[in-house]
């Protein structure tokens, strides 16, 4: 089982609308991802936050807007988005080091936008 | 045997056979490497992870094999089993791209009776 926990499982929501995908690890880990993965297509990197600051931003549109809180804790909130920003949308989070490390995925918001 | 659909391949194997997934690779400066299995529905869970200075890694049931002369990684699964039936990616984390992995387009794995 995953140990990262995303919430919520599956969100409907209206172009106009604004709302927020979060996401909890307890692992420790201080790097935090944002992938989108649309259907049988490979995750796309959206965002990373490395100690809680923001290191990679995939030139995503500014209607996606990530933050980091805490350690633990990272959101994504949704507005103005449009009906091809259906996806599922994968928190991940990893040890941080100048190599590569394990990236561990939650199971992922199913996202519809109307 | 190997198929290719409208947007991922596909392995279809006998139970109890072996399977090998293969996947090249974009960048041949990557250091690191992850096999993902994604079940329907689910995010990707780790397999098995390589680095650049190995050609081989073996876990349980399944083997990974580097090749960085010709940038290919395969996935090797023993004793194939009906839960192993997922899709399969391929990643790799460039050098100094701080964990920015990369994934490749995926291969289903059918598994049959």
């Known amino acids: 089982d995953t140990e990262v926990t995303q919430t919520p499982k599956h969100l409907v929501m209206g172009m106009t609308n604004k709302k927020s995908l979060k996401c909890e690890q307890h692992?420790?880990?201080?790097?935090m991802y944002w992938y989108k993965q649309k259907a049988k297509k490979p995750p796309e990197l959206m965002f990373v936050?490395?100690?809680?600051?923001?290191?990679i931003n995939e030139s995503v549109p500014s209607r996606f807007s990530p933050e980091c809180p805490n350690s633990s804790l990272l959101n994504l909130h949704l507005h103005a988005l449009q009906p091809e920003d259906s996806a599922l949308y994968l928190c991940?989070?990893?040890?941080?080091?100048?190599?590569?490390?394990?990236?561990?995925f939650g199971e992922g918001s199913w996202l519809t936008v109307v | 045997g190997e198929s290719v659909g409208l947007h991922l391949p596909t392995l279809s194997v006998q139970e109890g056979d072996n399977s090998i997934i293969n996947c090249a690779y974009s960048?041949?400066?990557?250091?690191?490497f992850i096999w993902y299995k994604q079940e329907s529905g689910k995010g990707p869970q780790f397999i098995i992870d390589?680095?650049?200075?190995?050609d081989k890694r073996q876990g349980q049931r399944v083997t990974v094999l580097l090749n960085k002369t010709v940038k290919h990684l395969s996935l090797q699964i023993a004793a194939t089993q009906p839960g192993d039936s997922a899709v399969y990616f391929c990643?790799?984390?460039?050098?100094?791209?701080?964990?920015?992995?990369?994934f490749g387009a995926g291969t289903r794995l059918a598994v049959h009776p």
């Open positions: 692992m420790g880990h201080r790097a």
């Open positions: 936050y490395s100690y809680e600051k923001l290191s």
């Open positions: 991940a989070s990893s040890q941080v080091s100048s190599s590569g490390n394990t990236i561990y």
């Open positions: 390589i680095r650049s200075n190995m």
């Open positions: 990643a790799e984390n460039p050098t100094g791209g701080y964990n920015k992995l990369i």
């Open positions: 960048n041949s400066a990557s250091d690191y």
